[in-house]
């Protein structure tokens, strides 16, 4: 069993990015999250199942060459989107 706030090992970040395999679809979930912002449900749903039920508070370490650290996890996903690095986790 997982603990709570833990990343996705790289099994379940397959499954998870399984549906958003394709960055169309990966990139409408950035413009959900564009749009909404981190406080939308829909948008925590996918931050609480990446994370095994529960959001991460800051600061977030990540697999980012030259950019480790982000405030929190928001920042971090928005990143993601922003630089259409759909696949890349903490």
Do not use: M, W
Not at 49 to 64: L, Q, R, T
Not at 77 to 83: G, I, K, L, P, S
């Amino acid at each position: 069993a997982q603990q709570l706030g833990t990343p996705l090992s790289d099994q379940e970040y397959r499954q998870f990015f399984r549906s958003l395999r394709t960055a169309r679809r990966a990139s409408t979930a950035c413009i959900l999250r564009a749009l909404y912002g981190c406080q939308n449900p829909l948008v925590q749903r996918l931050d609480e199942y990446e994370n095994h039920g529960v959001i991460p508070e800051g600061p977030i370490c990540s697999e980012v060459p030259g950019t480790p650290f982000f405030p929190d996890f928001c920042t971090f996903a928005f990143y993601r989107c922003t630089r259409k690095k759909y696949f890349i986790k903490v």
